[in-house]
């Protein structure tokens, strides 16, 4: 390696650290040992920029404990001779790098040390993290101003920044992809590739060659050699997409490429080294999917060092007008039509729809919208009724009549809020409602403000 990379040996016996160090130095590895984990807590801050291998059964604090206890993103390798699938887990469950059982081989700690020492690398080298650029790169890209749009960026932002494979959940239409992309554009990782694939949409007697690739001869019609999909991706960003469809045959074969970081193509006796980080995303609860027996369950660990919850569009109905004005405006520049103005009613059709497709039916429904309204005054509600005519899941209020009622209020204040841009005195004559009965029903909805004055701004 180019540089020399440090790293913080911790057992209770002398002789497995005298044996480890002389390894790790025979690799131009720095080392320090300690016989007792805390004592080495004091040099584990944010700022180590090394990697910890630790024992795991040891007296006064464990290695689990200790993985608890140091900055989450320093990688951590824990050895344990008492180990097993369940310890394993437990584990990848607390944030650990890998997990190693006795015995092993040394150069396999060694290739484990020294990626961990990359990725430890790539994290401090990139922990400056906002910049103004990146900030207003992704408000134009994950657009809105409710609360849990606003935290989802917060989230790509910091999460950009580091090495570790991400799942992404989500209902369909929601944006995985495009979070994806997201944190591929924010990485130290932008100028290398981003490669996705839709793994439901591969025939699973092909899965294992698309992905790892194949030799000549390796299969019949197996005529030249190919490369897979994950050395293609080789130093950048690889995003499987519904992975909750992998078949559970070929999820054991994923997860020892991501444990190893190594992949061998079909009819290959070499397997070639990866430097590739992960995100999947899925539509279902991979941890109920697991308890279920449809995943594995060290898979699912595996992949998911961090997650990112995507909400339904339902859940963010404040983004909705901005939303929809967004796409209206892609929609006419790229068909060159004049782009049509919305009036009230338009606006409460698409405050009280429910989105079941999300964002992706709200784009498609403003391009409909867009050219429907060039050739006849169709409203947004007709274009709605006339898409959900045959659809047993358009939208309605649901609960108590006083529920329903506080519902349909939400949406129509929200609606005009949203047409007259945040004027509050404006909104207070058409719905003849006074200040302060205006102030209470807003307060009680969530409804603010500023987040429709800058709506307003952000589609000017």
């Known amino acids: 390696m180019s540089e020399t990379l440090r790293t913080v040996i911790i057992d209770d016996d002398p002789a497995v650290l005298e044996s480890l160090e002389q390894w790790l130095s025979l690799a131009n590895i720095q080392v320090d040992t300690f016989s007792d984990a805390r004592e080495a807590l004091p040099l584990l801050s944010a700022d180590f920029d090394g990697v910890v291998v630790s024992d795991i059964k040891m007296p006064g604090m464990d290695g689990m404990s200790l993985l608890k206890a140091v900055d989450p ?24 790098y890998d997990f190693l059982e006795k015995p092993y081989k040394p150069e396999r700690l060694v290739d484990l040390v020294e990626r961990a020492g990359e990725q430890r690398r790539v994290t401090l080298a990139t922990r400056p993290q906002q910049t103004p650029a990146d900030d207003n790169a992704l408000t134009h890209t994950l657009i809105g101003q409710s609360d849990s749009i606003v935290t989802l960026r917060r989230q790509i932002t910091a999460l950009a920044q580091v090495n570790a494979d991400i799942i992404i959940s989500g209902e369909t239409g929601t944006g995985k992809e495009l979070v994806a992309r997201s944190l591929h554009q924010l990485s130290a990782r932008r100028d ?55 078949p559970m045959a070929f999820q054991i074969k994923l997860l020892r490429v991501l444990q190893e970081r190594e992949v061998t193509p079909v009819g290959a006796r ?21 308890n279920d027996g449809r995943f594995r369950e060290d898979l699912y660990y595996r992949l998911m060092v961090a ?24 929609a006419a520049t790229a068909n060159h039509l004049d782009e049509p103005t919305l009036d009230y009613d338009d606006l409460v059709a698409l405050e009280l729809h429910d989105w079941p497709g999300n964002v992706r039916e709200l784009k498609h429904t403003a391009e409909r919208f867009l050219l429907t309204r060039a050739f006849n005054q169709v409203s947004v509600q007709e274009l ?3 898409g959900s005519s045959n659809r047993a899941d358009t939208w309605r209020a649901e609960g108590s009549l006083s529920e329903r009622l506080e519902q349909v209020e939400k949406a129509l204040i929200s609606a005009e809020l949203s047409h007259h841009k945040g004027n509050i005195k404006t909104v207070m004559d058409v719905l003849d409602l006074p200040r302060r ?24």
């Open 73 to 96: 993103t320093i990688p951590v390798i824990l050895i344990t001779g008492h180990g097993g699938v369940a310890q394993a887990v437990e584990a990848m469950k607390l944030g650990a």
């Open 192 to 246: 290398q590739p981003f490669i996705a694939v839709n793994v439901a949409a591969v025939p699973e007697n092909l899965l294992e060659s698309e992905l790892f690739g194949h030799e000549a001869g390796a299969f019949t019609g197996a005529t030249q050699k190919r490369p897979g999909i994950f050395e293609a991706a080789n130093e950048g960003t690889l995003f499987l997409d519904e992975i909750e469809s992998m």
């Open 270 to 290: 070499k397997a070639k080294p990866l430097n590739i980080r992960v995100l999947s995303a899925t539509k279902e609860d991979l941890r109920l999917a697991a």
């Open 307 to 330: 997650d990112i919850q995507l909400p339904p569009l339902r859940e963010r109905r404040a983004d909705i007008p901005l939303l929809f004005g967004h796409f209206l405006h892609q």
């Open 384 to 386: 709605l009724q006339l």
């Open 437 to 460: 009965t205006l102030n209470q029903k807003m307060q009680k909805y969530g409804l603010k403000r500023d987040d429709f004055v800058d709506s307003a701004k952000a589609a000017d």
